[in-house]
């Protein structure tokens, strides 16, 4: 008997159970847990389905998980990735609007919920810990009556403050956490009077409580009072006070003990580990940064650098040598970057995957920032243990004006890491006013984005593709036009705002319809991002679009993204639509040796070369490029595959490009697109 | 959580860490202070797979309690109980068999009152500050409590402790007694960890905790089924933590990088 149909949550829910169980532990079974997850799934489901729309409902999601204590470092990650991808093709939710943007909606609220019910259960476990810690004192403090030598060794090793006064007030004693509380030296409290290191305020209540250890009325006492720290700053203690005596039982000394519980040291307590330091390589977290920008900026005397560096190519470590390397690169790198600034007042932190921040303080003798750049690339150039060398991209922002605030600060170093990136690899860049403000109005409609979509704002356009010898339209590709930017620009900005799915499926479905309904138009040429050419959903995205469509799988070949295709994630898309009667090719393509070796294993009958290779040739004419480019062409035509030649600009390029006899070739110079409102029905 | 230093009586040493708020900082709990995560930080680099073998550890427990609690044990005395942190056994036992009774031991003091306080209103689950390695006042202790009938099977659980029991202080005998005390169809459920697996990471764990308050003591597969004498080993016998008894539906585990040895045998 067939056991009864797995529903799509409920795949769902295994995914999810199988992605996050290895992050914590959760008291479980397998089955159990992923029956846990279904109730959440639903909750989600519904929660996109619902109208009118909102997230309200998705809070419990984040609550639950930390409840049964989904909490381990990677489990939010982990589960925004599963649920990311399984929302956005999950047919039952295919038809809801605005699909896409209520997905980062409603996964935004999972992360806040999460993040605040971790928080809440951080605090929760401190407090229950740190009542434990004072009921064991409580007998400990029995103990000291016992034997003074015994106390010794707690006074050493204890995190609460100790204080031993003679009868006088006077500090014979002070150990090292009561110390750090008052911000001072440990030996410079020996000989002070104990009440001087509290508010005066409270100096009346003290003598009170000391007077009344001493004359035996009470054996011990405990208070709630202020010290001041060397800054002025009041540290809320919780004080006990008892008698020690001498070997004659005569009173001897006073012992406090003092534990800090002022808010900011229960917080610091909760965050130091937790929040202010990454797990991997023991490097500051950005929580950190910002609190040391924080308290840096607009009180450093020399002004403060922020460098924001990023990892080249480092998911080629990951993918390639696997995370267990990838982990190690990145500690070493932490490790080079503290000693590449050992000199300066730096911090150095990791503030994403592959990201990391360095704030100096800087100081008369700090080198300037092109100097502190080459230290951080030669110490980064060196290869480590495990044969890799790593290089880095930077943006830097060198003493910002006094009225940015911290935000502001971390933003603008972003945004000039991004522009950095943008220039090539082991590139860096200071901040500019005038190329930021550039780079805002691009992040500006990025986030615009998702609702451009969903208003049809977005539009696709049909590039004739035609042969060169003759002029002859072999079909159309499909073009993204989102008012004065082209097709490149929204691929580019779709992929910057995670929508590059999204948008891609939604361009496949409107031009396979228009292409259905236009017979003139031939063959569809679509060509994929990145991320949809390694979507395992991909070849039933294809099919479903056919079948609505109507289609016929002869008009469509769709190309793959050839860099996508090098990482190997999922290579059977080609065979698979193929076999399913839809041409394959790859797009992007640069003529590489790796890139080349695909078409051998790749079941591709044609190929887009990539813009850039195209752009290059036409800014350098007649150049050893231009030999090696028609070498590559006429090698792969040799193999049976077509090469196709995008961006073509001026009848100059286009005679260049017939000579090496490409098969054909699209740009505004050869044919202009179409608009898909202008298409006349067959 | 054994061989204490001579001059430490039963109060707090809060300055120093604990294998149990290690253990738990592993597990991603929050009971846990400065110098005790400093040593998992040292733990993680001489081990990196350190939380993934608390977790796994974790889990046999919950998996070995549960195979007990189907054998029909109602009633159990969990050595080296630790802070208590997520999927304790009363919670484990008590849902599969509601009534389970529960004596925990322990003798790190803020584990003990941190679990006192945590079963305060639990008239059927209890602490007993005890060194496990002294099984008679761990025994008298069990008794005094009334929450175990001796003449009733109990699964005696020793779950990540016995790495901490140093060989002068005769694991072997340890665990003898605790089984001359209790009847016939009682079981062991044992794990620690082992060198046999990844003996330089092993050997940097051994160099990590040398200098704390809990030496570590890796056993051979050997020396582990030996614990087991007067015990018949349950099918899978001493095996790393992911391959005994995984349930339906479990994620894949390397077994190799379990780092620990777990079995369960059934007193004869």
Not at chain 1, 149 to 176: K, M, P, Y
Not at chain 2, 115 to 126: A, I, N
Request: aromatic share 6%; charged share 25%; hydrophobic share 45%.
């Amino acid at each position: 008997m067939a056991p009864p149909a797995r529903t799509r949550r409920q795949d769902i829910a295994r995914e999810w159970m199988r992605a996050v169980y290895p992050t914590a532990y959760v008291p479980m079974s397998p089955i159990e847990i992923e029956l846990y997850l279904l109730d959440l799934v639903d909750v989600i489901a519904d929660a996109v389905q619902a109208e009118p729309f909102t997230v309200d409902p998705v809070a419990v999601v984040g609550d639950r998980l930390v409840e049964a204590h989904f909490t381990g470092p990677e489990t939010l990650q982990r589960t925004v990735e599963v649920l990311g991808h399984a929302l956005l093709f999950t047919p039952e939710l295919q038809d809801v609007p605005r699909l896409a943007e209520k997905v980062v909606a409603i996964l935004g609220s999972l992360s806040t919920a999460f993040a605040t019910s971790m928080r809440m259960d951080a605090f929760d476990q401190q407090e229950e810990v740190t009542r434990a810690l004072m009921a064991a004192k409580r007998r400990a403090e029995r103990v000291l009556e016992v034997s003074e030598a015994r106390f010794r060794e707690v006074f050493d090793s204890s995190a609460f403050g100790i204080a031993i006064t003679d009868l006088d007030g006077e500090c014979v004693e002070a150990n090292e956490a009561l110390a750090e509380m008052v911000g001072r030296d440990r030996a410079e409290l020996t000989g002070r009077r104990l009440v001087e290191l509290f508010d005066p305020a409270d100096a009346e209540a003290l003598a009170s409580t000391y007077q009344a250890v001493g004359d035996g009325r009470a054996v011990r006492v405990r208070a709630q009072r202020r010290l001041l720290r060397e800054d002025g700053e009041p540290v809320w203690v919780h004080l006990a006070v008892s008698l020690l005596r001498d070997a004659d039982g005569e009173p001897a000394y006073y012992v406090t003990m003092a534990e800090d519980v002022s808010e900011l040291h229960l917080l610091r307590k909760n965050l130091d580990f937790q929040l202010l330091h990454d797990s991997l390589t023991g490097l500051s977290n950005r929580q950190r940064v910002v609190s040391r920008l924080e308290a840096l900026h607009g009180t450093s005397r020399g002004g403060i650098t922020l460098y924001h560096l990023d990892l080249d190519a480092f998911s080629a470590v990951n993918n390639g040598l696997g995370h267990a390397v990838g982990d190690r690169v990145l500690t070493e790198v932490g490790r080079r970057l503290e000693a590449a600034v050992a000199d300066e007042t730096a911090l150095v932190a990791r503030v994403g995957g592959d990201e990391f921040a360095i704030v100096v303080d800087n100081s008369p003798t700090t080198p300037s920032v092109p100097v502190v750049v080459d230290r951080i690339n030669e110490a980064l150039q060196r290869p480590m243990a495990d044969g890799v060398a790593v290089s880095a991209t930077i943006g830097v922002v060198d003493r910002p004006p006094a009225g940015w605030d911290v935000a502001e600060i971390l933003r603008a170093a972003d945004a000039t890491l991004r522009r950095a990136k943008a220039s090539g690899k082991r590139q860096w860049l200071p901040y500019d006013r005038h190329a930021d403000q550039r780079f805002r109005d691009r992040q500006a409609r990025a986030a615009r984005m998702p609702g451009a979509l969903a208003d049809h704002e977005l539009e696709l356009e049909y590039q004739p593709l035609v042969t060169l010898a003759d002029r002859r339209v072999l079909g159309h590709v499909a073009r993204l036009r989102w008012d004065d930017l082209g097709h490149d620009e929204c691929v580019r900005l779709a992929d910057e705002t995670g929508l590059s799915l999204a948008l891609g499926q939604w361009a496949l479905r409107e031009a396979a319809a228009d292409t259905a309904r236009s017979s003139g138009l031939g063959t569809l040429h679509f060509e994929l991002s990145p991320m949809q050419s390694r979507d395992e959903d991909l070849v039933r995205t294809v099919k479903r679009t056919l079948t609505e469509t109507g289609l016929p799988a002869s008009r469509l070949r769709i190309f793959l993204d050839a860099r996508s295709m090098l990482h190997g994630v999922d290579d059977d898309n080609a065979q698979v639509l193929r076999d399913n009667g839809v041409a394959a090719g790859l797009t992007r393509f640069n003529g590489g040796q790796a890139e080349l070796s695909l078409l051998d294993e790749l079941p591709v009958d044609a190929l887009v070369l990539d813009p850039s290779v195209v752009r290059r040739l036409a800014e350098r004419p007649e150049s050893f490029l231009h030999d090696a480019v028609a070498r590559m062409v006429g090698l792969v035509r040799s193999s049976g595959v077509s090469v196709l030649v995008p961006d073509v600009a001026t009848e100059e390029r286009a005679a260049w490009w017939a000579r090496v006899e490409v098969d054909a070739a699209f740009g505004d110079h050869l044919a202009p697109a179409v608009p898909g409102y202008e298409l006349s029905g067959t | 959580m054994v061989d204490r230093l001579g001059w430490v009586p039963d109060e707090v040493d809060t300055g120093l860490p604990s294998a149990a708020r290690l253990y738990d900082y592993l597990l991603g709990g929050g009971h846990n202070f400065a110098a005790d995560r400093e040593l998992a930080e040292k733990f993680l680099r001489a081990q990196p797979n350190a939380r993934t073998i608390a977790r796994l550890n974790r889990a046999f427990l919950r998996r070995a309690v549960l195979h007990l609690v189907d054998a029909g044990v109602r009633q159990f005395l969990d050595l080296g109980s630790g802070i208590p942190t997520v999927g304790n056994v009363h919670e484990i036992a008590r849902k599969a068999a509601p009534g389970s009774r529960v004596v925990y031991v322990d003798y790190e003091d803020i584990a003990v009152a941190h679990s006192l306080m945590l079963l305060e209103h639990d008239d059927l689950t209890t602490i007993l500050q005890e060194d496990m390695t002294d099984p008679a006042a761990v025994l008298d202790g069990a008794r005094d409590t009334g929450l175990i009938d001796f003449a009733e099977p109990v699964g005696v659980l020793a779950v990540g402790v016995f790495h901490f029991v140093p060989p002068e202080r005769d694991p072997a005998g340890v665990i003898a007694a605790y089984r001359d005390a209790v009847a016939p169809g009682s079981y062991l459920a044992l794990s620690q960890f082992t060198a046999d697996l990844q003996p330089d990471e092993m050997a940097g764990i051994v160099a990590v905790m040398r200098p704390s308050a809990n030496p570590m003591f890796p056993r051979t597969r050997a020396e582990i089924t030996a614990l087991f004498d007067g015990f018949d080993l349950v099918e899978p016998g001493v095996v790393a933590l992911p391959r005994w008894r995984p349930e339906e539906g479990a994620v894949d585990e390397d077994a190799d990088r379990a780092g620990i040895f777990a079995g369960v045998g059934r007193k004869r």
